[in-house]
């Protein structure tokens, strides 16, 4: 099942995390996304603890079309070095996932 992947990163406000939801579903490097926040993250950045509010983005993909999702979020973030990660989707329904794999169909 690692075809198939749930892809997250994050935003320092709502405008920002939508509109990466946004362009990657129109552009069909995802499926579906999902914003939540705000959520309260706890980091080290340039030597320095920090914490702070961020939006939080998901978005199901598969392996196949990861790395242009991967480019997609690193050119619309406005960060130079924001978090984009996968994880491997263990388990999931039959159908959802024929969805997902014929939405993010490169053919479309």
């Given at each position: 099942?690692?075809e ?26 995802a ?12 980091f080290?950045?340039?030597g ?7 939006w939080?983005?998901v978005?199901?993909?598969t392996?196949?079309?990861y ?6 979020l690193?050119r ?6 924001p978090?984009?990660?996968?994880l491997p989707l263990a388990?999931?329904?039959e ?12 053919a479309?």
């Amino acid at each position: 099942m690692t075809e198939f992947l749930q892809v997250t990163t994050t935003a320092a406000d709502r405008v920002t995390a939508t509109n990466l939801a946004r362009s990657a579903v129109a552009a069909r490097l995802a499926a579906s996304a999902q914003v939540s926040g705000p959520v309260l993250s706890f980091f080290w950045h340039l030597g320095e603890q920090g914490e702070g509010e961020e939006w939080q983005v998901v978005l199901k993909t598969t392996a196949e079309r990861y790395p242009e999702l991967e480019a997609h979020l690193r050119r619309e973030h406005p960060w130079d070095n924001p978090e984009v990660t996968a994880l491997p989707l263990a388990a999931a329904s039959e159908d959802y996932l024929a969805w997902l794999r014929q939405t993010v169909s490169a053919a479309q």
